[in-house]
């Protein structure tokens, strides 16, 4: 079997979070992942960070928070 990417792209990252690329990109803004952008501008997060994390947060809106209807 082949070694994953050690870099892996947002839209990656997405796929094996299981999660909304928007959220990958709210990590990235809050510092929970490690990123480095391509010489042609894509950026690149580590998947091994992706793993991590994805483990670590949990899913769903935060307990007491208001819901938008």
Do not use: C, H
């Given at each position: 079997?082949?070694?994953?990417?050690?870099?892996?792209?947002?839209?990656?990252?997405?796929?094996?979070?299981?999660?909304?690329?928007?959220?990958?990109?709210?990590?990235?803004?809050?510092?929970?992942?490690?990123?480095?952008?391509t010489?042609?501008g894509?950026?690149?997060?580590?998947?091994?960070?992706?793993?991590?994390?994805?483990?670590?947060?949990?899913r769903?809106?935060?307990?007491?928070?208001?819901?938008?209807?």
């Amino acid at each position: 079997m082949p070694d994953p990417k050690e870099w892996i792209t947002v839209k990656e990252a997405a796929f094996l979070a299981d999660r909304d690329v928007r959220q990958i990109y709210r990590w990235i803004d809050n510092g929970l992942l490690a990123t480095r952008k391509t010489t042609r501008g894509v950026t690149q997060v580590l998947s091994k960070a992706v793993q991590r994390i994805e483990t670590e947060v949990k899913r769903g809106r935060p307990k007491g928070s208001a819901s938008r209807r």
